[in-house]
């Protein structure tokens, strides 16, 4: 079958490694190594920097980005994604797919014989992750990444399920602080290690921690729960007072849009230890490694 981005976990550590030293090259030389090939964007779901760092990185690799908007598709009218994949098999050599249920993003690659690349779904984010690790790497240096403190404020979701599974990979040390009934179910995700741990209080988990990383309280389609989220994330805001428990050189992490004084005060978001721009912009290169690391497969 061919090979797809789901999942971090599709990928073993030889292989992030891999991903990771072509962002390197790329950042500093790229050519249009995939001249003719067309690659399609199917998103579900609202989006700013994950499809226009697609784009960007397509349009970089040689290749032809296809932005395939989903109301103006067969799929909108009840043909089923079984019968879509299929027919975008046939004319793509890709697939950026954004989704509100994981499932589907399984049906799709089940059924198509092009790589499926998850632009985020319910219970994922892989090249967000991947992206974010890499920049990671570039503060810290890769022989240094399993002694950090890598600490997530913020509710159990993709973001979080997704950092889990590659800390898993990459052997580091990863505390995930939220209220109770908002943790990820690390049962489910599979982790082989136990370096991957659960704080509720959120002193504790920033204390000496290298890097601070959250999200927004209410993700998207999340709304209805918006104002009681708000109530169980109040003590759980990264403001300075939390960030000074960390270590002085810490790095703040953001994957973006924020919410200003809710999940992140502006104090701790522009300071001088924040990353979230060259997350962001590392996000160009982790698409162009991944799919380069895609394309450049042989084809079952």
């Not at 599974?165 to 982790?191: F, R, S, V």
Request: proline share 3%; with cysteine.
């Amino acid at each position: 079958m061919t090979r797809s981005l789901l999942s971090v976990s599709d990928l073993n550590i030889k292989e992030l490694e891999k991903i990771f030293k072509k962002m390197k090259s790329f950042k500093s030389n790229y050519s249009p190594k995939h001249k003719a090939k067309s690659i399609g964007l199917l998103f579900e779901k609202h989006s700013t920097r994950t499809r226009l760092s697609f784009e960007v990185a397509i349009s970089r690799l040689g290749a032809n980005p296809i932005y395939i908007n989903k109301s103006d598709t067969q799929i909108s009218r009840g043909e089923s994604i079984s019968e879509t994949a299929k027919i975008f098999s046939l004319y793509l050599d890709a697939l950026i797919y954004r989704t509100t249920d994981q499932q589907n993003m399984v049906d799709f690659h089940e059924s198509s014989s092009i790589p499926i690349v998850n632009a985020l779904s319910d219970l994922e984010h892989p090249t967000q992750i991947i992206s974010d690790i890499y920049t990671i790497i570039e503060c810290y240096s890769r022989k240094k990444l399993n002694r950090i403190k890598l600490v997530y404020f913020g509710d159990g979701n993709n973001i979080a399920n997704s950092l889990c599974i590659i800390a898993d990979i990459l052997d580091i040390n990863l505390t995930i602080c939220c209220p109770k009934g908002y943790e990820p179910k690390i049962k489910q995700l599979g982790l082989k290690k136990s370096n991957v741990s659960i704080e509720n209080n959120p002193h504790k988990a920033a204390f000496e921690a290298d890097v601070i990383y959250t999200d927004v309280w209410t993700s998207m389609g999340m709304e209805k729960e918006e104002k009681k989220r708000k109530r169980d994330f109040k003590n759980y805001q990264v403001n300075k007072k939390v960030a000074d428990l960390a270590k002085p050189s810490y790095i703040f992490m953001h994957c973006l849009p924020a919410h200003l004084n809710e999940e992140v005060t502006s104090d701790v978001i522009n300071s001088k230890n924040s990353v979230v721009y060259k997350q962001a912009e590392n996000k160009v290169y982790a698409a162009m490694s991944i799919l380069d690391f895609l394309l450049s497969q042989p084809q079952a």
